[in-house]
Structures are given as C-alpha cells and as structure tokens.
C-alpha cells in the first residue's frame, strides 16, 4: 500500500493529538508499505531524517487557507499537491482529505466539539460540528483511539462497526523507573484549555492548601491558549500565589523527566479520547488520578482513582490519599505500569493497515 499521512498536526507543539500523530508516522514506517508524509506550512518543517524511510511532500502553502479549501471545496485533491498515486489518505481530525482515487479515512479521537463547541478553538468551532458527521458517512474508514470514542461515533454519526477501527496509542518505550520521589509535586500536563478542567484543579488544590500543611507544589505544563489568561492571574495570587508553577508548553524530549520528578499525575478532564499523559505516566510507574470521564476509566482499568470532575472535593480527597498512603500508591504504580504494557505501537498499526486492506477491497467490489 502506498498510505499518505496528514502530518501537520505533529509539526509544532506536540501536544495529544500531534504525539498521536508523530508516533502513528513512526509506526507506520516500520511496516513494508510506502509512507507519504503530507505538510502544507509555511513556516515549519517535517524533520524527515526522523522519519525516514518516509517519503514527505511539502507544501508552503498557509495551513489555514488550505484548511478552508479542502473543508469547504473539497479541493484540490491531495495527489494534484505533488503525493502522486496513493491508495490511502488519511486525514487526522474528522474532515476528509481530498483525493481523487484513494480511500479516504478520517480520524475522530472524541466527539467532545459537538457537546461543547464553546469549549472548542474557533477553526474548529467553524467547520467541525456542521461538517463533521457528513465526512464521517462518507469515509471509507473512521479511527478512533479507544472503544468509548468507537461507540461515541457510531452512536451519533450511525456508522456501521464495519467502517470503524480503534488504533489506540502505543506506551513510549520508557524503562521503569527505579526511583520516584514520593514527595514531588503534582503535575497536570496538558493544553491549558476549558476542556481540561484546569479551574476545578485549582479549586482541588485551594482545598488541600486550606486544610493541611504539606502539599507538595502544583506544576501545570502545557500550552497557555487566550483562555488561560485567569487561570494564569488566579495562580498569582494568594493562596495559590508561590504555589502553583506554570511550565508552559514542554517538548517531548523532556516529558519524561517531568514526570520522574512528581508524586502523581491528575487528569481531571470533563472529556477524554483517549489519555495519553496518563498513559506516559504510568509506563514510568506514576500513580495517576484521573476524571471519570469520557475514555479515562476505560485507558486506566483499575491502575488509578478516578473521580468526578465536577466535584473538587473528590480530587483533592484523592489526591490526599495518594500522598498518605505509600501502599496504594505502590499498588497504583505496579498496575499501572502492568497496564501501559499492553498497549503497543505496532500492534496498533497492525489492525489499522488491516482496516485499510479492508477499506480499499471494499472500494474495489462496488466499483466492480
């Protein structure tokens, strides 16, 4: 197969979706197809000695207005942008990417545009919940990273099981951690964004601050949008001012210390996919807590505590709870760690090249 990949989510700030994007390119260059990398920036790059045996087509043509072209035109198809013949065009968000002969496979990580556009960055809020459920229909192939995100789809869109692949993350090829600090602080790694819940984090923390002493420091790493600016101005003040670090965005080639150095992971999310910090923490061994919500308890499975994102009660009754009790948090490593080992890059892309057979013999027989 010859498979053309839409790398430009991984161009710049590797956060969720970007990871996914990058590893899944990796993985896929570990299989016997020919590998496209598609970008279309104006100003980054595919770093392609990274990537290789993948070949990369690359295009200085503003991300947005190509954007606005293929979701709104459906052109031009992806092959006249120099791909040449693919058999697979993948896209990695819901809209398709144009093309003239290939299947077209469009990947939907959570539904969470639709039940929260407000919640959502103004690209998306403008083509993703009126166009999304009809370039799903007509996808010869929905990916998806978890079967919560499977059922999701199929539900709303009615898309037959058959059209539908889930292709979850695969751990990082980390080696365990023979020492944690069991006194680090509490981390939340993740985009600065409505969706994350950062407000009922910090109320969970204000809690802890106001009824013990010893509460390590809270570090937020991740990318501050608009949105974050009084989340920002609260953390300066009393009495999370001193308390609370804000890291920015952290390059993936520093995640991993970031993680040794901290007492647990808190995911508090209203809306998962999938999880994939949580999914990095416990490949290290790192006690998690995470929501409730969406794809968290499915990704976890009993490694970790979850709780209810609407009640910072909860986070901060279980983040008290890891840091008193050294047997839960010794249990919560070794099943986490027992957890993150099953899931494999390779494996994923096993099923997903599997799906894309499927699709393109299914293109075939109605074309016959």
């Not at 999914?279 to 995470?290: D, N, Q, R």
């Amino acid at each position: 197969m010859r498979i053309l990949l839409d790398y430009r989510p991984a161009l710049r700030d590797r956060t969720g979706v970007g990871e996914y994007v990058h590893e899944l390119a990796r993985a896929l260059t570990r299989t016997p197809d020919d590998v496209v990398l598609f970008s279309s920036s104006w100003k980054n790059r595919v770093d392609s000695r990274a990537l290789a045996p993948a070949a990369v087509v690359d295009r200085r043509v503003p991300v947005r207005l190509l954007n606005l072209a293929w979701h709104r035109l459906e052109w031009p198809p992806v092959e006249a942008l120099g791909a040449g013949p693919i058999d697979v065009a993948h896209s990695p968000h819901p809209l398709l990417l144009p093309a003239r002969d290939a299947v077209q496979v469009v990947t939907i990580h959570d539904l969470h545009f639709l039940r929260y556009p407000d919640r959502t960055a103004r690209e998306i809020r403008r083509d993703y919940p009126g166009l999304a459920r009809d370039h799903a229909r007509r996808a010869d192939l929905v990916v998806v990273s978890s079967a919560f995100a499977a059922r999701d789809v199929m539900d709303r869109f009615g898309i037959d099981q058959s059209r539908v692949v889930i292709c979850p993350a695969g751990a990082p090829r980390w080696k365990r951690v023979t020492r944690r600090s069991d006194r680090g602080y509490l981390l939340f790694l993740g985009s600065l964004e409505p969706r994350k819940n950062i407000g009922g984090l910090l109320d969970a923390y204000e809690r802890l601050l106001a009824l013990r002493s010893d509460v390590p420091e809270l570090w937020l790493a991740g990318r501050a949008g608009s949105s974050a600016a009084h989340w920002i101005a609260r953390a300066a003040r009393p009495p999370l001012e001193g308390r609370v670090k804000l890291l920015g965005y952290v390059d993936p080639d520093h995640r991993r210390a970031l993680y040794e150095g901290a007492s647990l992971l808190v995911v508090p999310s209203f809306d998962e996919g999938f999880g994939l910090t949580a999914l990095e923490a416990m490949t290290l061994g790192l006690p998690v807590i995470a929501s409730e919500r969406g794809a968290l308890p499915e990704l976890l499975d009993g490694a970790g505590l979850l709780t209810d994102p609407d009640d910072p009660d909860t986070i901060a009754a279980a983040i008290a709870r890891v840091l008193d009790d050294s047997s839960l948090a010794a249990e919560m490593e070794n099943r986490g760690l027992a957890r993150a080992a099953l899931f494999d890059w390779d494996k994923s892309v096993r099923g997903l090249r599997d799906a894309y057979a499927a699709a393109i013999r299914r293109r075939q027989e109605r074309a016959a």
